[in-house]
C-alpha cells in the first residue's frame, strides 16, 4: 500500500491493514479503516471528517467510488462510481454500479442494490432483499430470479482479492 493519498484530519489518521490493497490514487481522508484482505480501487474517495468509514474484511470499493461517513460490513461488494454518504452497508451485500445511498440508509445482510438505483434519506433495506430504481423499491431474493448462490459466486469477493493482489505494485 502507499501512503501517498493518507490524508490526517484533525488527529485521526487513517489506518489500513497490511493485508489491504489500496490503490495509489485512492483518497482516504481521517477516520478511514480498511479491513484485512479488502481492495480500494482507482479513484475512490473515501473521507471520514464527520464520521467513520469502514471497509470490512473481504470487502471490494470499485473505481471511483465515494464514501461520506459510511460503513459495509466484510464480504460486500460496490459497485464503480457508487456514492454513498452516511450509509450503512451489511455483510455479504452488493452494491450496484452508479447506485446511490443517502443519508441514513441501510442494506440489510446478504441484500442487493441494482446499478443506478437511489436510496433516499434513512430508507432501509431488509435483509436478503433486492432494491431497484429510483427511487427504490425492495422485494424479497425469494421473489425475484436472483439466487444468493448466484450474487456469491459472480461477485466473489475471493475473486477480487485474488485480482488485489495481481495488481500489487502496478499503481507504485
Same mark, same amino acid.
Given at each position: 500500500?502507499?501512503?501517498?493519498? %493518507?490524508?490526517?484530519?484533525? &488527529? ?46 473481504? &470487502? ?16 460486500v461488494m460496490v459497485g464503480h462510481?457508487?456514492?454513498? %454518504? ?11 454500479i452508479n447506485a446511490t445511498l %443517502? &443519508? ?22 431488509p435483509p436478503e432483499s433486492f ?42
Amino acid at each position: 500500500m502507499v501512503d501517498r493519498r %493518507n490524508y490526517a484530519f484533525e &488527529s485521526t489518521t487513517p489506518t489500513v491493514h497490511e493485508d489491504a490493497f489500496v490503490a495509489r490514487d485512492a483518497t482516504l481522508v481521517g477516520d478511514v479503516r480498511i479491513e484485512p484482505d479488502a481492495s480500494v480501487w482507482p479513484g475512490v474517495v473515501l473521507r471520514g471528517d464527520v464520521g467513520t468509514v469502514r471497509v470490512g474484511a473481504e &470487502s471490494h470499493v470499485g473505481d471511483t467510488a465515494v464514501f461520506h461517513a459510511s460503513e459495509v460490513g466484510d464480504r460486500v461488494m460496490v459497485g464503480h462510481g457508487a456514492v454513498l %454518504n452516511d450509509a450503512t452497508v451489511e455483510a455479504g451485500s452488493l452494491v450496484g454500479i452508479n447506485a446511490t445511498l %443517502n &443519508s441514513g440508509a441501510t442494506v440489510g445482510e446478504r441484500s442487493v442494490i441494482a446499478a443506478g438505483t437511489v436510496l433516499p434519506d434513512g430508507f432501509a433495506v431488509p435483509p436478503e432483499s433486492f432494491a431497484r430504481g429510483v427511487p427504490a423499491t425492495v422485494v424479497p431474493l425469494s421473489e425475484t430470479t436472483v439466487e444468493p448462490e448466484e450474487i456469491a459466486s459472480a461477485y466473489s469477493s475471493g475473486a477480487y482479492t485474488d485480482l488485489a493482489s495481481r495488481h500489487e505494485g502496478l499503481f507504485e
